[in-house]
């Protein structure tokens, strides 16, 4: 059964995977960590960074809650939840940020992961979300329709990543 969990070291190795198989497939949308960087140390080395994230504590960065979706012994994706709207989640990154491995979609997993991840944020006493999806995802679109998003507009967008394309904006009422 999948789960949403906090960033532990027991998932480090499912998660070194899970951006391989990123990197290996040219995945643009929502882009993890270079699996390059994954050493042995690397959770530690990242941990107070994530912590002070939730806290606020990183100069011009929103609060955000990142959490890794396992099923039983298995990484599957993550999730990331930002808690305030500020103009670059507005216009860049969204509140909710979500992915399935590679070798783990078509098989419900994003739709499982977006619906956890839309509990998490109720429990931030938030009352609406905003997932920010290139107009090219139509899976990620598809889900976040599924659980309930309303098109606000469709923006031009830019990101290392992605490049210049057009990107959809939802609202998701809790």
Known sequence: ML???KRCPQYVCGYKE???EAFENN???FRPTNPKQIDNEWFSRTKD??????TGQIPNQPISFHFWAVD???????FQLRTEFTPEIMSGIGSIGYAV????QGKGYGTEILKQGLDIAKNHNMSKVLLNIND???VSAHVCEKLGGKLMDKIPSYNDAEGH???RRYWIYL
């Open 101 to 104: 491995r590679v070798s783990e």
């Open 3 to 5: 789960e949403l969990i």
């Open 72 to 78: 039983g012994e298995k990484f599957i994706g993550e």
């Open 165 to 167: 394309h057009i990107m």
């Open 136 to 138: 090219e995802n139509l």
């Open 27 to 29: 995945v643009i949308y």
């Open 18 to 20: 899970y951006c391989k």
């Open 49 to 54: 960074w994530y912590d002070k994230k939730e």
